[in-house]
């Protein structure tokens, strides 16, 4: 209601994809000729989704923890806006996601990004570089094998 008017505004052909299990009556109710209300989406069908997209929008305004929609969309190579609760626990953040806090802001950042190629091309690899360094399985089966080798206090 505060961030897609301002975005249509700019990019009136835009087309938003609103995807997750267990959608609201008040969310299904915005379908749309610029909204499509997908809910739950397997696996399959949310990878053939990702290849058509351009960009995902994550406009959390709580939560805790690292976000796995997040985190999936980077993995998938797919350049991620959201709030800096998207963005909570995620290195390098600012490097990796475009933040904005304040709706017209996040509008913002949707509308300068979506046409600016390179610049969505760089937020998109250094999304991958951060899942390959960060979050990766050898990347966590690293940090397991680090936490094992070092003593615990009061142990020897």
């Known amino acids: 209601n505060e961030v897609f008017p301002i975005v249509l505004a700019s990019l009136p052909d835009l087309q938003l994809y609103i995807v997750g299990s267990n959608m609201p009556?008040?969310?299904?109710?915005?379908?749309s000729r610029s909204i499509n209300v997908e809910g739950f989406l397997s696996d399959e069908a949310l990878s053939e989704l990702y290849r058509r997209i351009r960009m995902s929008v994550v406009p959390l305004r709580f939560g805790a923890g690292i976000k796995?929609?997040?985190?999936?969309?980077?993995?998938?190579?797919?350049?991620?806006?959201?709030?800096?609760?998207?963005?909570?626990?995620?290195?390098?953040?600012?490097?990796?996601?475009?933040?904005?806090?304040?709706?017209?802001?996040?509008?913002?950042?949707?509308?300068?990004?979506?046409?600016?190629?390179?610049?969505?091309?760089?937020?998109?690899?250094?999304?991958?570089?951060?899942?390959?360094?960060?979050?990766?399985?050898?990347a966590v089966l690293k940090v397991i094998a680090e936490d094992f080798r070092r003593p615990k206090e009061g142990h020897n």
């Open 25 to 31: 009556d008040e969310i299904r109710r915005l379908e």
């Open 68 to 138: 796995g929609k997040v985190l999936d969309a980077m993995q998938k190579g797919i350049p991620v806006a959201t709030t800096s609760i998207g963005a909570e626990g995620i290195p390098d953040a600012r490097s990796n996601l475009l933040i904005a806090d304040i709706s017209e802001d996040f509008a913002n950042s949707i509308v300068e990004s979506y046409d600016d190629l390179d610049m969505l091309e760089r937020h998109s690899l250094a999304g991958l570089d951060t899942i390959a360094k960060h979050f990766s399985t050898d």
